[in-house]
Nanobody, 124 residues
């Protein structure tokens, strides 16, 4: 069984930074991982993904150049460094483990395990 627990969210002013952490238990080291977010009244959207070798990453255009995804396989942990935050980044952020063999990383259905989420609020 896989459990994912996100932390690191909070309230920050526009232009500030936060680092989200996703602590995993169970088998995740050999799987690609991703971050999604869901703002009030909106659908959950893809943010970033990283493969298990840490050599391949991908980002949504809305966060490219500001967010960085990374992972520490020894600690079974995935991170999302968020810089230059904007009010439109306000959302609940979720980490997820991608299904084996799924390469369509931007779709929710490609992921099979999800955390409970952590709230990020960016004030203007």
């Amino acid at each position: 069984q896989v459990q994912l627990v996100e932390s690191g969210g909070g309230l920050v002013q526009a232009g500030g930074s936060l680092r989200l952490t996703c602590a995993a238990s169970g088998p995740t080291v050999l799987f690609a991982m991703g971050w999604f977010r869901q703002a009030p009244g909106k659908e959950r959207e893809f943010i970033a993904t990283i493969d298990w070798t840490r050599t391949s990453t991908a980002y949504a255009d809305s966060v490219k150049g500001r967010f960085t995804i990374s992972r520490d396989n020894a600690k079974n942990t995935v991170y999302l460094q968020m810089n230059n935050l904007k009010p439109e980044d306000t959302a609940v952020y979720y980490c997820a483990r991608r299904r084996s063999g799924m390469y369509t990383y931007q779709f929710e259905k490609s992921y099979e395990y999800w955390g409970q989420g952590t709230q990020v609020t960016v004030s203007s």
